[in-house]
């Protein structure tokens, strides 16, 4: 079963990057689908970013414009660029394929991003 380990959080002011990635034990060069979600305690877990077959992305309206999804299949790592961050920002962000209602992977334990000044 493939492990999902994301990385590259952390505390950051407002205005600020970082850059995220989610390493995959195995390959993700099968899997269409690679997305970017979100959650804050006492709230669902939300998608931020999805990359899809043949470049096609979405990105959550909250996000749009400041972050970029991308993926290197040869390193099976997908990375989210995070740009221009505001306080609302603060979350736990997990990697993720989904599929059908559900995901192919489990969840792995995700990455602290906290934007605060």
């Known amino acids: 079963q493939v492990q999902l380990v994301e990385s590259g959080g952390g505390l950051v002011q407002p205005g600020g990057s970082l850059r995220l990635s989610c390493a995959a034990s195995?390959?993700?060069?099968?899997?269409?689908?690679m997305g970017w979600y979100r959650q804050v305690p006492g709230k669902q877990r939300e998608l931020v970013a999805r990359?899809?077959?043949?470049?096609?992305?979405y990105y959550a309206d909250s996000v749009k414009g400041r972050f970029t999804i991308s993926r290197d299949n040869a390193k099976n790592t997908v990375y989210l660029q995070m740009n221009s961050l505001k306080p609302e920002d603060t979350a736990v962000y997990y990697c993720n394929a989904p599929r059908s209602g559900s995901y192919y992977f489990n969840w792995g334990q995700g990455t602290q991003v906290t934007v605060s000044s």
């Open positions: 195995g390959s993700i060069f099968s899997i269409n689908a």
């Open positions: 990359l899809g077959s043949g470049g096609r992305t």
